[in-house]
């Protein structure tokens, strides 16, 4: 998308200077004749300028500012507002700084002509694809207010998963931190203590000393490549996930960890599935798109590409069901409902029931989960301090038996 300064004439001959966003200038052109205005100069400038540089800066909007957003907005629009004077009423009350940027040019865009959907589409990073798709078939509906509420139950879901997930892993996270920290302080400071007394023994250690003292030696010695090369390594897979092939390869393998970790990672995805979708079909989205959007927003390259084989199914005259029922990244409840919802009309809140039961099992498998990993790391750190301990104790009995038999 590019940037283009433009000045303008109306119908009536009045003169409009501003920015617009587009691909290239015809369609800047276009997008100007659909709002009543006719191009007198356009000319493109930097991404740095302009509204679009702007929006690019709003990368921190916390989910819950904008659920809030989204439910003001709806309440507003219910009680007979219409979409500038709520923004302009947002705008006042919002208490986020960069939220209130957001909605002022959201305010300056409708006040200009554009659609609430088509502004909102000008910041990507603040509203997904599925805000937007959502809003622009509550729009066309009718049912802004709605759709709004919708999106903010959506929001509060999603986000409900997230913290559940992130709160389970965060006592791996500071454990693992914790036993690596460990164990370079006693491969760098304990470990060397012991060379000294070692060395009476002429070499010969015992053969677990010797891998714990080489492990020593190495670090120690090589420390400045290690250290670079573990965080580099960290950095490249990272950078890694974020490639197409990569996102991939690392889709599929999640799925595949065991210790129940791929099914819980299956369960988050289907509630997230379950829950967008059935989102999407309630604020009346036409059904193709439900779908692509759907996969795009899943989270997971798997099922993405499952809901592509789905849409093109679909366009060609199949039901949802029956590709899902072929694909066993689907399990057989999930076909089997949004089969029944089909064949009543009720596959909306088929979805939602769909949502609702994945959403507690991943409430189940996450406590299921921590009640496992927990003890499991403290097993973890207390075997490697005690492998160090007893590799450090081997040469000392050994000593002591050289000196008895002197």
């Not at 809030?68 to 709520?86: D, H, K, L, P, Y």
């Not at 957001?102 to 997904?128: N, W, Y």
């Not at 060397?192 to 492990?215: C, E, H, R, S, Y």
Request: net charge negative.
């Amino acid at each position: 998308m590019a940037n283009f300064t433009y000045n303008a004439i109306n119908a009536d001959g009045l003169e409009f200077d501003g920015l617009i966003t587009a691909p290239d200038v015809t369609a800047a052109i276009d997008l100007l004749r659909d709002r009543g205005l006719l191009a007198e100069k356009l000319e493109e400038v930097g991404e740095s300028n302009g509204k679009s540089a702007a929006s690019g800066a709003f990368k921190t909007i916390k989910p819950k500012s904008l659920q809030i957003f989204s439910r003001q907005f709806a309440t507003m629009i219910e009680a007979g507002m219409n979409v500038v004077s709520a923004l302009v009423v947002l705008e006042a009350q919002t208490n986020d700084p960069v939220l209130q940027g957001v909605i002022t040019q959201l305010r300056e865009d409708v006040e200009e002509g554009l659609l609430l959907s088509e502004a909102m589409t000008r910041h990507p990073k603040v509203f997904t694809r599925l805000y937007v798709a959502m809003v622009e078939a509550g729009e066309a509906a009718g049912v802004l207010d709605i759709v709004l509420d919708r999106v903010a139950i959506q929001i509060e879901k999603q986000e409900g998963i997230r913290r559940r997930v992130k709160g389970a892993m965060t006592y791996p996270t500071i454990v693992i931190i914790f036993a690596t920290l460990v164990l370079c302080g006693l491969l760098l400071f304990i470990v060397p203590i012991f060379v000294k007394i070692f060395a009476q023994l002429n070499g010969q250690l015992p053969k677990l000393t010797q891998i714990v003292m080489d492990g020593s030696n190495l670090l120690r010695n090589d420390w400045f490549i290690i250290f670079p090369l573990f965080f580099g390594l960290i950095f490249g897979f990272m950078k890694g996930k974020k490639t197409e092939e990569g996102r991939k390869i690392w889709d599929q393998v999640r799925l595949k960890i065991p210790m129940k970790i791929g099914a819980t990672v299956q369960k988050i995805t289907i509630a997230r599935f379950s829950r967008t979708f059935s989102t999407l079909v309630a604020a009346g989205v036409d059904i193709i798109k439900a779908i692509e959007i759907t996969g795009q927003t899943s989270g997971n390259w798997v099922f993405e590409d499952a809901m592509n084989n789905v849409r093109q199914r679909v366009r060609d005259g199949s039901s949802i069901a029956e590709p899902l029922v072929e694909n066993p990244v689907f399990p057989a409840m999930v076909s089997q409902m949004i089969r029944i919802g089909e064949e009543t009309g009720e596959l909306q809140k088929m979805l939602e029931k769909i949502a609702d039961f994945y959403e507690d099992e991943v409430d189940a498998a996450v406590d299921a989960l921590t009640s496992i990993i927990e003890p499991l790391m403290m097993i973890g750190v207390g075997a490697m301090v005690g492998v160090i301990l007893i590799a450090m104790y081997l040469p000392m009995f050994k000593m002591l038996k050289l000196v008895s038999n002197q």
